[in-house]
């Protein structure tokens, strides 16, 4: 049997454990492009191109108690790049991210009678991930 913990998905920025997930579905990680792209001739014939954009995305979603937005704010606002990685220590180990990464703009805020969620997109040029 294998057991699935949360609390060893980790996600770094720059060497700093980011803290104060939302509940649910806390950090995705995707490519931005498919690694091929196809085309069929009028005849049938099929042909394919390999796709060279390595952008990816990982979304990132905290409480809006965390003290982990501000860590991601004074990123935005910075013109700097930054290492993103999204470190999984369960049985079967998955790591995404990469070293060229920038948020796509400051995260939008609410306010309500409740604990809110902040939604961070996170760009990356090299992006890259594993599912060993």
């Known amino acids: 049997m294998k057991t699935y913990d949360p ?6 920025v720059n060497g700093q454990f980011l803290t104060g997930f939302a509940e649910g579905n806390f950090v995705t990680a995707e490519k931005d492009e498919e690694n091929y792209s196809t085309h069929v001739g009028a005849k049938g014939e099929v042909s394919r191109a390999r796709n060279a954009d390595p952008m990816g995305t990982i979304t990132i979603n905290l409480k809006n108690t965390s003290p982990s937005n501000a860590v991601l704010n004074k990123l935005a606002k910075s013109r700097d ?52």
């Open 7 to 12: 609390r060893d998905i980790n996600v770094i």
């Open 81 to 132: 790049t930054f290492e993103l990685y999204v470190v999984d220590a369960n049985e079967n180990a998955k790591k995404a991210g990469g070293s060229i990464c920038w948020a796509e703009k400051p995260a939008d805020l609410s306010w309500g009678d409740e604990i809110e969620t902040i939604e961070w997109t996170i760009k990356i040029a090299d992006y890259s991930a594993n599912m060993d």
